[in-house]
């Protein structure tokens, strides 16, 4: 009865691996081949240059002197006499990044990305 027994495990044991062979493998999920994000390319890149006017003489002067007083540590009287110099010339970079230091002086940190939003 026991060779019986082990004749009958070891077809069982056959079977289960036949049986196993014949099972498909997993499907792999091909490789997802979108963007990650879909932006148009333009024919021609933007012109990051724009024609910057020189500051006139008398704006020169009143930028050295916002610069003074923010050396000096006058913080809001630098900040008015830049803030109105910008309203003359808007986005001049020598005027905002001026601005900008006397807002991080004044470690004024939402004006400063307020400045840069704008």
Not at 19 to 34: K, S
Not at 79 to 84: D, E, M, P, Y
Request: aromatic share 6%; charged share 20%; with cysteine.
């Amino acid at each position: 009865m026991s060779a019986r027994r082990v004749l009958v495990f070891a077809l069982c044991a056959w079977w289960a691996g036949a049986a196993a062979a014949q099972t498909p493998p997993p499907r792999q999920r091909p490789p997802d081949l979108r963007p990650l994000f879909n932006a148009r390319i333009p024919a021609e890149p933007p012109s990051a240059r724009r024609d910057l006017k020189p500051l006139t003489p008398e704006q020169l002067g009143r930028f050295r002197e916002a610069q003074n007083l923010r050396s000096s540590g006058m913080l809001a009287r630098a900040r008015g006499i830049l803030i109105a110099l910008d309203k003359q010339v808007p986005h001049h970079p020598l005027v905002v990044t001026e601005l900008a230091q006397v807002y991080l002086d004044q470690q004024n940190f939402a004006a400063v990305e307020k400045l840069g939003r704008s």
